[in-house]
Structures are given as structure tokens and as C-alpha cells.
């Protein structure tokens, strides 16, 4: 299992060190959250605050887009060079072309579904995207409560995965702690993003990373 801990739930008075230490506690990614509060009521971090993530943080950037208008924000993002660039399908009348174009930028592109959208309805884009993460919540908050039927979710979508694009990664957000982890690795997971579980840990970074390697 790789582990993107989510910096919505760092301390943003100190959020070099932050990402520093995450990054030497063993994470895998650094999942960094934009909402635009449109899309999601909530707003939160643009291309000014992330370029000091991105120069603390020595694990690549997982960004996580929750806004409007995807291709303007793609744009903004795209020179911080991150491994995977994610977009909402439920917010994207022509997801197969912006897929086309975050890889024409040398990212990974990965599709994002919120915690009522079937698998299926990405089915013919899996050919060409690197990742697809399923929403255990919905999206805006950190510190929400984990939504089970993500796992029937990630059994459907494995399945059409190995059928269409098998080096496609799933990975899942929000709630994640060390009571569902091994219900996700169960579910094919590849990736989680935890927010609240790893900057919340009484026993510090590396024990919450830790205890969701599994
Ligand atoms: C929610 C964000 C999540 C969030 C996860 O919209 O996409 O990445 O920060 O936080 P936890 O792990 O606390 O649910
Ligand atoms: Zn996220």
C-alpha cells in the first residue's frame, strides 16, 4: 500500500516542516488539496503555497483538484511539475481530452469520482489514464466519516481496470485510518490518502504511515 498523506490537515503556520517531516517519515506521496469553493464549499491552497510544498517536500506531489473550471487550474499546477494531476469527471464535459492534455504536460493524469459515481461511467477513459481515486467522503473537508460502499466501488473498478488498463492505480481518500486499512488492501487499493489519521496521530508521523503499510 502507498501512503498520500493529505496536507489539508497539516499545520499551514508551519507547513514546510510539515511536509518535510511527512516526507521523512516514509510517505510515498504528498497529496495536496485545491478546492475553489465552487466545486467544493470550501477553499483552500493556489500555485503560490504548493511551489513551497513542492520545494520542501523530497516525495512527489499527488495534486488533487476540486475546482470549476479543470483546464485554467491544470494550467497553474502543471510547471510544479507534480507525478499526478486528478480532476473531478462529475465537473468535465470533455474528460478524455483533458486527460490527453495533463499528459501532453508530462503528468500523470488520474480521474477522480465522487463517493455516488459508478466505476462505469469512466470505463473508456481507463485505457488512458495512470490513476483513478475513488472519494470515501465527500469532498471539501477533512476529518470526515469513511463511506463503505467505497470498497464495493474498488472491486468494480479492478475489474474493469484488468480488463482495459492493468497498470492503473486506485486510489482511495478520505476517512482512511487503521481500522479500514485492510478492508482497502482487501479491495485491490493501491494508493490511500490520509488527512486527519496521520497529522492527527498521538504516536507521530511515522507510526500512522507505518500502521497503513500493510
Ligand atoms: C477531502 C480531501 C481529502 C481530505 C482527507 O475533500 O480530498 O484529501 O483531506 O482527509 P481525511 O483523511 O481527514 O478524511
Ligand atoms: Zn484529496
Redesign the pocket.
Known sequence: MLIAP????ADFGNLACDVKAICEAGCDLV?V?V?DGHF?P?LTIGPVVVSAVAKAATKPLDI?L?VENNTFFVDLFAPLNPEYISFHIEEEKHPHRLVQYIRSLGIKPAITLNPHTPPEAIEFLLADVDMVLL??????????K?IGSVLERAKRLKALIEKHNPACLIEV?????DKNIEELKEADVDIV????????NEKGYKHAIDSLKI
Request: hydrophobic content about 40%; aromatic content about 12%.
Open positions: 493529505s496536507i489539508l490537515s497529496h488539496d478546492m467544493v470550501n488533487h476540486m472519494m470515501s467522503v465527500n469532498p471539501g473537508f477533512g476529518g470526515q469513511f481518500d478520505g476517512g482512511v485510518n490518502v490520509a488527512g486527519s489519521y496521520v497529522f492527527g
